[in-house]
Structures are given as C-alpha cells and as structure tokens.
C-alpha cells in the first residue's frame, strides 16, 4: 500500500515537471504566411473617399439621416468630417441636437486649391487637408493653429512618420501651464493621455507635426499651438500612404474659383461659426479680386454677380456655379429656336 503511493506521487511530480517545461518553451514564430496573414488584419485603406479630379473640381455633395443622439461633432469623428465644415453646410441645424431623421448636408465637394496638385496640401481657411495620390484626390479635416499660435504658411515635407509617439512639449508651452497654475512635464509617454494621439507625420517645419489627438472634438477647428491635428482613425491610416519627402504646402485660401466641364465654380469659407459683416466685406473684397483675376485670365468665361452675392451671403464651403464659357452659351443657344429676349432690371447682372 505505501509502494503504491509512492509510485503514484512519482509519477503526479513528474507529469507536474513535463507540463511546467512545455509552458516555458517559446510559442512557435509564424511563418511567412501567417505573418502577411496577420498584416492583411491591419486595414490601413483610406477612410474618406478618393474623388478623380474633374479639371478643377472634385467629389460630390452626400447627405447622412441623424440618429436621435448624433451630434455635429460625433458624426464628424464618424464619418472623417470636420466640425465647422458641418455647421456651415447646415444652415438652422442644432449641431448637438439635430434630432432624430434630419437629413444633413456631407461637404464632399471641392473647388480645388489654385497650387500645384502634389502631395499634402493644408487649407488653413477651410481647415482641410488636401492629399494629392495617383488616382486622385482625398480630403481629410484637420485641427489648426489659433491666432495666438497660428500655424506656418510654409513649403515643407515629411520627414518621418512616428508610431506611438511621446510628446516633448516645447518651453512656450510649459510656460503657458505654468502661468495658469498647471505643471506640465518635459516628456508626455504615448498613451491616452498624449495629444499627439496613436501616430505622426514630422515635418521638415521645425517643431510642427501632423498628427493625432487625444481629444475628438476639435478636428476642423483653430484649437492647436500651430500643428495640424487629424482623427486617430484617419492619421493611423494616412502615415501608411505617405513616404518620406512627400511635399507638404500650406497656404490660407478663403475664396477659391476653378472651372469644369465649361463650368465656373466658386467656393468661399467663412472664418468662424458666426459671420459678422466685417467678415463678409473682407470676403466680399477677396471674390472680387480673385473672380477679376480669373476671368482676365479666361477671357471666353461669363460670370453672373447674382451667383457671387448669394454665395458670398452664404459663405458655407459649398461650390455654386457662378458662369460658364461662353463658347458653350453661344452653342447651346444656337440650338434654341429664335425668341424675343425679356430682360427684367436686376434680374442678371454680369460681373
């Protein structure tokens, strides 16, 4: 009876020590094709769509039905809209109470940048990234600099793109903390609580980066130091696309006119959420220069003031067509029968 015990002790240590020595041999390393497996995981596609250039035009107006608890800034985290380009767009909607089954205006529609269409382009006045691929183009929101910290008006590239980076707040900023009673360390860990959020673009800018954020309301707006914030879920993505040496040019661009198809379009950003009336007589003064040097440039174009004074009253980032060439008005014409012109006073007036 002891000599069974023994026995059965024996052999409980020894299956004890097989199992202990199976748990301490390293877990067998993927082969190749489970690695590319577990790439192929990884969905690093673009989040906004990317929208074939169209001369100088690109994407198309899209509508989105609310949820009752959507808000503005929740649906521009969603769906990689900014926030102030959603206010603009919809016009009378509570942007934190739109209410259950409104359908609301997506501003996918652009007049393109009059720069060179290469790499990065930042629009500080629309709060938008301009990323120039092969196929086209693709338009993400991102945060900018405030008037106290504006960002640079700048040529540059990228330099490295940044995987969970720790952020080094520079002097100005500490000090900033310091004077409002608040301490801010020389390194912030990557993590939940870095503003710099999941990944980076640095930039040949000295001090500037484009990156993410710990903070989903903000994107679309003046809220930064100077650098340009973009949601995590798009930054994750976009560092991916970019290579190193990638230009990037950023240009302050409130009114913007371009042609498509015969077609004269003009796009225009107001500043804030309000617009004030000084406002609207800087952008009123910006269109007119800007439409008066794009029709000496394009002398067959006709453009109609009653289209501009309604686009800038509006001054939402939405194109209108303003004209058109009028090489096309003639031919279109020609195919009408005759009939007698009507003109009533202050119905047309051409610019």
């Known amino acids: 009876m002891q000599l069974k015990y023994r026995f059965s002790w024996l052999l409980v240590l020894l299956l004890a020590s097989l199992g202990m020595q199976a748990s301490a041999q390293p877990a067998p390393e993927p082969g190749p094709g489970e690695q590319e497996d577990a790439k192929e995981e990884i969905d690093r596609s673009p989040r906004v769509p990317t929208f074939p250039l169209n001369g100088d035009l690109a994407g198309e107006l899209q509508v989105f039905t609310t949820a009752y608890e959507d808000t503005f800034a929740g649906i521009g985290n969603e769906l990689a ?7 603009k767009a919809n016009p009378g909607v509570d942007p934190w109470l739109p209410g259950d089954g409104s359908v609301i205006t997506l501003p996918r529609m652009y007049v393109l940048p009059d720069v060179p269409r290469k790499g990065i382009v930042i629009n500080l006045a ?6 120039f691929a092969e196929d086209g183009v693709q338009v993400y929101p991102v945060g900018v600099g405030t008037e ?69 309301f903000g994107v679309g707006m003046a809220v930064s130091h100077g650098c340009f914030r973009m949601y995590n879920e798009d930054i994750s993505r976009f560092v991916y696309q970019v290579e190193k040496g990638t230009p990037v040019r950023v240009i302050r661009e409130s009114v913007k006119v371009g042609l498509s198809g015969g077609e004269v379009w003009l796009e225009v950003h107001r500043p804030r959420e309000d617009y004030t009336a000084e406002d609207r007589d800087k952008l009123w003064q910006q269109v007119f220069e800007k439409v008066e040097t794009f029709v000496e440039e394009h002398p067959d174009v006709q453009v109609r003031r009653q289209s501009i004074e309604i686009v800038v009253d509006q001054a939402d980032g939405i194109p209108t067509m303003i004209g058109e060439k009028l090489t096309q008005m003639a031919s279109e014409k020609s195919a009408e029968p005759p009939r007698e012109q009507k003109t009533e006073p202050g119905q047309t007036l051409y610019f």
């Open 81 to 87: 809209l900014g926030y102030l380009e959603l206010v």
């Open 126 to 131: 629309e709060y938008r990234l301009y990323y």
């Open 148 to 216: 106290e910290n504006p960002s640079p008006l700048t040529n540059a590239e990228v330099t490295m793109p940044l995987e969970s980076p720790a952020w080094y707040p520079p002097a100005s900023i500490r000090a900033e903390y310091e004077a409002s009673g608040d301490f801010l360390p020389r390194m912030i860990p990557p993590g939940p609580g870095n503003p710099l959020g999941s990944h980076a673009l640095l930039l040949s800018e000295k001090g500037y980066l484009i990156h993410g954020t710990n903070k989903q």
